[in-house]
């Protein structure tokens, strides 16, 4: 009997299974099909935020020493720095793949949004919308992932002397990819904390101060096959 092939297509089932489906048909309208099944090599990996800094008001800004700013995290005592979070990568099993200087795991940032409200002694109003990849790809290599942390302590700095109150508010989605030292690969998406921070800020007789505050983390060693985008990238300025 001759068969004519009719489709091949590959299938994904839980737990990283790949599946190959063969499809033929015969000349009298018979079709065949066989499955034939691979399990897929995928790291598992702990990937965990914490809090360590508070929303501040203050000269004591590891960016930008000496210039008042409205911050979360990055202050310094003696000599070490308070990052606002830290995001801790621990317990990698790459199911027997070796890591060495061309793979491993490494940290994307992207700030989904970042919003600044700015009211002036004439009494106008400013909104600042923005998002996109923060700073740069990637933000910091972490290795094996055995215990290699990446920290920020985001802010803004520098107030003009026309500008009566200023509100900070900023999203934050912070991935943990990897990449196999492999001909023709790409990274891919492993873990996901999501976090964000907000500050609101009054210049009164004279005086800036802190007048609201708030940094969470809403999405905590969230297991992720969603790739990281963005269409422009934003650096650090005060």
């Known amino acids: 009997m001759v068969m004519k092939y009719k489709s091949m297509r590959i299938k994904i089932h839980a737990g990283f299974v790949l599946a190959l489906v ?5 000349a009298s309208g018979q079709s065949v099909s066989a499955e034939a099944r691979f399990n897929v090599i995928r790291p598992t990996i702990d990937f965990a935020g914490s809090i360590n800094g508070s929303v ?13 700013c409205l911050h979360f995290g990055g202050s310094i005592n003696n000599g070490t720095t308070n990052f606002g979070i830290n995001c801790t990568a621990s317990n990698p099993n790459l199911g027997g ?47 094996t992932g055995n215990g290699t942390v990446f920290s920020d302590a985001p802010g803004i700095g520098g107030f003009p002397t026309n500008y009566i109150q200023i509100s900070r508010s900023e999203n934050f989605k912070t991935v943990l990819m990897f990449l196999a030292d492999e001909p023709e690969v790409i990274p891919v998406p492993m873990k996901e904390i999501d976090w ?20 969470a983390i809403t999405a905590n060693n969230q297991d992720t096959l969603s790739f990281p985008t963005w269409s422009s990238a934003i650096h650090n300025a005060l």
């Open 97 to 143: 793949y070796d890591t060495n200087s061309n793979a491993g795991f490494f940290v994307v940032q992207v700030i989904t949004s970042s919003v600044t409200t700015i009211t002036k002694t004439d009494g106008s109003t400013l909104t600042i919308n923005t998002n996109g990849l923060d700073n740069y790809y990637p933000a910091k290599n972490l290795g």
């Open 22 to 26: 063969l499809e033929v048909g015969s």
């Open 196 to 215: 964000n921070w907000s500050g609101s800020i009054s210049f009164t007789n004279n005086e800036w101060f802190l007048t609201s505050s708030n940094a």
């Open 56 to 68: 501040a008001l203050d000269t004591n800004y590891i960016v930008a020493p000496g210039i008042l």
